[in-house]
């Protein structure tokens, strides 16, 4: 099954006059809204959940912009132009996903937030079970899987920065970083969130655009599928090139999946109002909609050009964006959409940063029965470790950042879900399920993740090992919960009890 | 009610689970893999929202009748895009632009949920999902916390 990577080869150079000013704009704009953000960051709460008071326009963009990264823009058209619309059944829970978490978790993560001040999702999994251990391992996935997320959009970001500055990769890499880092170390989640608004809205309006740039340079929807049919049959297909299991498999990854991104889940916990949740569902979906329009338009437009004799066949499959917004938009506009890709990478490394120190700072040290006593300094030293650790490990080896780029959303997905997800709905889930699903998640997806990398072993066609764990952690937790349900009366504390039920 | 949606839920993973396996114990995919798959994975995605949506073990009737008219609509554009035969090729038929089966699992499963299940989320919010009552009640249980950890 092909995984789906966020930027895997150089892009084009893009250093035109235009290109840069507008690049340097955004930098600007993305500089001044972090500086005023960081001026009202004043404790750990400001620093990893924005002070819990966040509107709900500003909490529904900043997490489109964290759940999209640059995948949305390189990575993801270039798939679609390789395997056909096998790619878009990444994107199509979309469409489910968003009403999913706002029944299954959105409530009751916020509402977990006013009753016992939380503000990680390791913190919720201890509060339900009272376990630390729960909560430890928790935060080892989440740490494990930032990690290899932060290094994979450190290294595209390089790459988009040396495309429009001409830096070199390294370079870019470490500037990259050190604005990041700037305004994360400074503000924390609460300058994050705040320029997520900004570059949320660049994404939404980019994408927007480049969609009707792309239905007119093929003649029309109608008429890009008649030049592929006419030249690739399956590309078309329900499946693309990839089949039904594989493609379904996809629906189900990342669709299950989206309910144990701590990234974009620990999010519920700033916001101000929880009565706002009322029309979280209907502005997330719509948001993402419009900012996924680049995603299938642009690799499906590409492949009937190429097909169509208008363009040559792409070298890499990464460059269908860079390519098509060079040939096919005005320079402005690729302007706009590299400061999208930009800003979509840096929206997402924001967030991981912030789950990630969150997990060093607060939920080890309580997995060790510890507490730190400054988590805000020590939220901004681990902010700062973990971005140089994962820069290093993009710059030192592109094979490794693969290798842990592709951990990311099934790791969480298998860990998360069923602790979290589920055990927030269900009286009936136990400590020991969910510390089984934790470790089956974690066990599978590091175990088959290895022997497939290094080619020990090989999955039939069309099974992932992400979809694997998955499966096996919500197994693992409904089999472990059933055998010890004599202990899950009565285990779940008054509080969060009344959080459940309400 | 949600004893009964823990058991679709589980059966819905143990669907997902047989699809896999089945992968592994045949060379050739047996072709209900890809259905079971399609039914257990929109079924897992439904239950799940239903389990979310319940409160005091009861459901609105107009969600029950969304979550299950959903589930009927995404998993049966599967299983019929997996059923029809295929005809991506020159001359095929068109739906909205797109071959006939990529549109009815794309416009099914990617559109259709858009215009429905937000909707449905908001109209049913104060009646079902938080009210100001429910607010009281979790204040109150984290002040008595407040107050018992200081005791």
């Known amino acids: ?502 | 009610m949600k004893r009964l949606l823990v058991r679709l839920l589980v059966t819905s993973c143990g669907l997902v689970a047989i699809a896999y396996v089945s992968m592994f114990v045949s060379a050739t995919p047996p072709a209900w893999a890809p259905i079971s798959l399609a039914i257990g994975a929109n079924g897992v995605i439904m239950t799940l929202m239903a389990i979310g949506a319940v409160r005091h073990d009861t459901m609105p009737r107009s969600l029950v009748w969304t979550f299950l008219g959903l589930f009927v609509l995404c998993a049966g554009a599967f299983v019929v895009a997996l059923l029809l035969p295929a005809h991506e090729g020159p001359g095929g038929p068109l739906l909205l632009g797109l071959p006939m089966r990529s549109a009815i699992v794309l416009y099914s499963v990617g559109v259709v949920p858009i215009a429905i299940l937000p909707l449905a989320y908001a109209l049913t919010f104060e009646s079902s999902t938080l009210s100001e009552d429910d607010l009281v009640r979790v204040r109150a249980a984290h002040a008595s916390t407040r107050e018992s950890e200081q005791a």
């Open chain 1, 1 to 502: 099954m092909t995984t789906p990577m966020l930027l895997q080869s150089a892009i084009p150079g893009l250093a035109s006059p235009a290109i840069v000013a507008i690049a340097l704009v955004y930098f600007v704009v993305v500089a001044a809204i972090a500086t005023w953000a960081t001026r009202r960051t004043k404790n750990a709460n400001d620093f990893f959940v924005a002070g819990a008071g966040v509107g709900l326009w500003t909490l529904a963009i900043a997490k489109m912009a964290a759940t999209l990264s640059g995948f949305a823009f390189i990575g993801g058209p270039g798939l679609v132009y390789t395997i056909g619309i096998g790619a878009v059944f990444i994107i199509l829970p979309g469409a489910l996903s968003n009403a999913l978490g706002a029944w299954v978790l959105a409530k009751r993560m916020r509402l977990l937030g006013e009753a016992r001040g939380l503000f990680t999702v390791p913190d919720a999994i201890g509060a339900r079970y009272g376990s630390r251990l729960a909560q430890g391992l928790a935060a080892v996935a989440v740490l494990v899987a930032v990690t290899g997320y932060i290094a994979t959009n450190l290294l595209a970001l390089g790459l988009v920065i040396d495309a429009i500055f001409g830096t070199g990769l390294s370079t870019g890499i470490w500037i990259g970083t050190a604005i990041i880092l700037a305004y994360s170390v400074a503000g924390g989640i609460m300058a994050g969130i705040y320029t997520d608004v900004f570059q949320g809205s660049v994404m939404a309006i980019a994408s927007a655009i480049v969609f009707a740039f792309a239905l007119k340079s093929g003649g029309g929807m109608e008429h890009i599928s008649r030049t592929i049919m006419a030249a690739d049959a399956a590309y078309l297909g329900p499946w693309g090139r990839i089949g039904p299991m594989a493609a379904i498999s996809f629906f189900f990854v990342f669709g299950v999946g989206s309910l144990g991104q701590p990234h974009v889940i620990h999010k519920f916990y700033m916001l101000r109002d929880p009565r706002q949740l009322k029309w979280y569902p209907l502005l997330m979906t719509v948001a993402l909609a419009v900012t996924q329009l680049l995603y299938v338009s642009v690799g499906v437009a590409m492949k009937a050009l190429v097909l169509g004799g208008s363009m040559a066949p792409l070298a890499k499959a990464d460059q269908a964006t860079p390519q098509f917004l060079l040939h096919y938009t005005p320079t402005l506009v690729a302007g706009l959409v590299f400061s999208g890709v930009a800003a979509a990478i840096m929206a997402t490394v924001n967030s991981f940063m912030s789950v990630g120190a969150a997990a060093l700072t607060h939920d080890l040290p309580i997995a060790f029965g510890g507490r730190v006593t400054d988590e805000l300094r020590v939220g901004r030293i681990s902010t700062v470790v973990l971005a140089v650790v994962a820069a290093a490990v993009a710059q030192a080896s592109g094979t490794l950042v693969a290798f842990l780029g592709i951990f990311g959303w099934g790791l969480f997905g298998s860990t998360i879900v069923p602790a979290l997800a589920i055990g927030l709905n269900w009286e009936g889930a136990t400590r020991a399920g969910a510390i089984a699903s934790i470790a089956t998640g974690l066990g599978i997806t590091l175990v088959g993740e290895t022997l497939g990398y290094f080619k020990v072993y090989g999955l039939p066609a069309g099974v992932s090992i992400s979809a694997l764990a998955l499966v096996s952690s919500l197994l693992a937790f409904f089999a472990v919960s059933w055998l010890t349900r004599d202990t899950a009366r009565g285990s779940i504390d008054p509080d969060i009890q009344i959080v459940m039920n309400a």
